[in-house]
């Protein structure tokens, strides 16, 4: 992670949140989010870490049913590889 802007971490220049299993990444006020859930996760030593995520790039327009939000999703093992992948994903779809 980048820094931390306004209470929330930010990852190449954008806000970054955590609740439970859902990560949220991007900003809001563009044609779209990066959404990551953590659908299973794997014990390595003392700590539980996200194993399988489920990737998707969703459309912030709230005028479209969730269902029809969903642009592109995959998954990915591990939460780096998740991130960097869907990132990607993310800046080509509000290029």
């Known amino acids: 992670m980048d820094n931390i802007v306004e209470g929330f971490s930010v990852f190449r220049g954008k806000p970054l949140v955590r609740n439970n299993n859902i990560i949220c990444y ?23 870490i996200p194993d399988m ?10 005028s479209l049913p969730i269902t029809e939000r969903v642009l592109k999703q995959g998954m990915k093992n591990g939460l780096y590889q998740a991130l960097d992948f869907g990132a990607s994903w993310l800046e080509n779809t509000i290029a």
């Open 53 to 62: 995520i489920l990737i998707q790039v969703q459309s912030t327009d709230t």
């Open 26 to 48: 991007g900003d809001p006020t563009e044609s779209a989010v990066l959404v990551l859930t953590v659908l299973s996760t794997k014990k390595i030593g003392d700590e539980e």
